[in-house]
Structure formats: C-alpha cells, structure tokens
C-alpha cells in the first residue's frame, strides 16, 4: 500500500507528518515504537516522515504510513509545515486523519470494526451484541444451544419430515379426522376403530378405557381414554 496519508497544501512548501496512537504517544520513525512527545530529547525530526507535493502547481500532498508500524490500531496522523530547513518543534499544524491500521495495510471503518475483537460486554442492540448471540448458539465446544438442537434433529428424524413421506403424514391425520369411527364390542377390551369416510379401509384403533384405567366392555361405562393395544 503507499499514499494512505493525504494534506492539502498550496504549492511549493515543505511537509511532513506524525503518527500518533491511541494514547496520544508519538510514532520513533523507523520502528514500532511510540513515546510521549519529547522523551529522551527527542524533537520533530525524531518523529517525521515524508509528505510530497503531488506534480507541480497543485495542492495535493501524499506520503505513505510507515510500514515499520507492524500493530494494527486505530492511528492519527498529523500533518506539518516544515518552516527551517529540518522539522522542529513549533512548526506548524496543517492538517490531519485517522488512519485503520492492520498492521500491514489501510483498512476502511468497517473492514477495521470486523477485525477487531467483541468486546466482553457488547453495546445493547449493536451488530457486535448480536454477532455474540450467534457465537453462543454455535460455539465450537458443543455446549451451545445449536450443539442441543443438533442432538434432537438427527438425519434419522428429518428423514421423517422428507418430502415423500410428509404428504403420506398429512393424508392420514385428515383421515382419521373426517373417518367413520365405531367401537368393536368383539374385542376385549372394546375398541375404538377410525376407517377412511365411506370405506371399510382401517386406519387405526384404540383400546378403551374409562377415567381410572378400567377396560370398557359395557355400554354403560364412560369412555375416559383411548390406549394402543396391548
């Protein structure tokens, strides 16, 4: 990448500009290391780096953010107007930008925001808050709600929802409710028969039984329950 830095400037003057970080530390040039402004003697020649005019007569200014800083962040950049012949303190301030760093290369806000970590405690209602409550549900060491959802919807019980069986399905429940029902006293106990509307098709049928669990074989005893044959 080259040109991320960017100053407007009439022609013909000398810039440079300062890489700050989040702390407001100045950027050493040459390296990966940020110090308070001035420590150590330092000055603005310790921390410049080159700012050119674009062409002649123009008003366009462009430099490149050092690539010796190898730590991706959130950086601002200052622009200056060299007034001596080298950059010195009290020289001064004509412009500035953030720059998204990844460490090796100019991010847009977004590009950065989705390289980030989540934070522990999300924003209320922010897309990081709702990124985290999708890596709940299926985070990688099972114990998600996906990983609870994965151990109900077997391959064996979607089968049974396939599409040539779950017509089947349908059909018969709208059978056995508009079926023909009629109790076969033959039976011991007695039971209930569901046959298609119209028919002698059987569909199913049910032991019955009263509210206690008591066969019914009389036509004086109250239906309670109906039960698979045994």
């Not at 709702?130 to 549900?137: F, G, K």
């Amino acid at each position: 990448m080259a040109n991320e830095v960017h100053a407007d400037h009439e022609s013909g003057d000398s810039l440079y500009g300062v890489v700050y970080n989040s702390a407001g530390q100045a950027n050493i040039a040459g390296g990966n290391t940020f110090e308070d402004w001035g420590d150590g003697a330092s000055d603005a020649d310790t921390y410049d780096f080159a700012i050119t005019e674009v062409g002649t007569g123009g008003v366009r200014y462009v430099g490149d953010f050092p690539s010796t800083i190898t730590t991706a962040g959130i950086y601002s950049v200052v622009s200056f107007l060299k007034l001596g012949a080298s950059p010195a303190d009290g020289d001064d301030i004509i412009g500035g930008q953030t720059i998204y760093w990844s460490g090796t290369a100019e991010l847009t806000e977004t590009q950065y925001s989705m390289n980030v970590a989540i934070p522990g405690s999300p924003t209320a209602n922010s897309i990081n808050e709702r990124i985290a409550a999708v890596d709940d549900l299926t985070q990688a060491s099972g114990d998600g709600d996906l990983a609870a959802l994965a151990s109900i919807c077997t391959e064996a019980r979607l089968a049974e929802l396939d599409a040539a069986k779950l017509p089947t399905d349908i059909d018969f429940i709208k059978n056995v409710q508009e079926g023909d029902v009629s109790i076969d006293t033959s039976a011991t106990p007695w039971q209930a028969v569901v046959k298609i509307k119209g028919t002698d098709t059987e569909l199913i049928r049910k032991d019955l039984a009263d509210k206690d669990g008591n066969n019914i074989a009389s036509v004086n005893a109250l239906i309670g329950r109906y039960t698979e044959p045994s």
